[in-house]
């Protein structure tokens, strides 16, 4: 009788702790994971701030031509290089990696520019500065070195200025311009938005 109880006691004990572990383990694994305090926003996290385009940082599926005509934000660069008669280069192989200047961007530019610019008279001044703003390559904002000196495909020259993950890029005339969207993958190159126009000599 006593082997028996004893049987019987333990076999409540097993019975107890599996339970309780079962808790306990069902506890940890739905318990949310601490993340901390939410970082405040410096200009190290602006190189992947999602802009009004509403394209992040991810693939986009299609050439570099698709991707910037679907996306709102790039609407004036998208008139711009078919003013340039450039539209369809965004389509050939590549790679290449454009930092693509945003409607804001455009808009920055004295009254008339950008007018100016799109006549045909000036097709041959727009298609310098169109093409002052892409690289041979895929360049991804990581691999951009503070300092670092990045040739165009107009044969020009870009300034990398960076901090943290935030880059700015400097242009011949000493403008800037600061990479508010990085690494918009696109099947033959990268974008990257930006918040002014560069300008070369």
């Given at each position: 009788m006593k082997k028996h109880l004893k049987i019987v006691a333990l076999s409540a004990i097993t019975f107890v702790a599996?339970?309780?572990?079962?808790?306990?383990?069902?506890?940890?694994?739905?318990?949310?994971?601490?993340?901390?305090s939410a970082p405040s926003t410096t200009m190290s996290d602006s190189a992947n701030r999602p802009t009004q385009s509403g394209v992040g940082s991810k693939a986009t599926g299609t050439d570099l031509a698709g991707s910037l005509a679907s996306a709102t934000d790039f609407s004036t660069l998208q008139t711009a290089l078919v003013a340039a008669g450039l539209a369809d280069k965004a389509?050939?192989?590549?790679?290449?990696t454009?930092?693509?200047?945003?409607?804001?961007?455009?808009?920055?530019?004295?009254?008339?520019?950008?007018q100016s610019l799109t006549q045909p008279a000036s097709k041959t001044k727009l298609q310098g500065i169109l093409?002052?703003?892409?690289?041979?390559?895929n360049v991804m904002a990581a691999d951009l070195k503070d300092g670092q000196k990045i040739k165009?495909?107009?044969?020009?020259?870009?300034?990398?200025?960076?901090?943290?993950?935030?880059?700015?890029?400097v242009d011949a005339k000493g403008g800037s311009a600061m990479v508010t969207t990085a690494d918009i993958q696109a099947t033959n190159g990268t974008v990257h938005a930006i918040d002014s126009v560069l300008m070369p000599k």
């Open positions: 599996g339970s309780a572990y079962a808790q306990t383990n069902t506890n940890t694994m739905n318990r949310p994971t601490p993340v901390g389509k050939e192989a590549g790679p290449f454009v930092f693509a200047p945003s409607n804001a961007a455009f808009d920055k530019l004295p009254a008339g520019t950008l093409a002052y703003h892409v690289v041979p390559g165009t495909v107009s044969g020009g020259t870009l300034t990398v200025r960076k901090k943290g993950s935030a880059v700015m890029l």
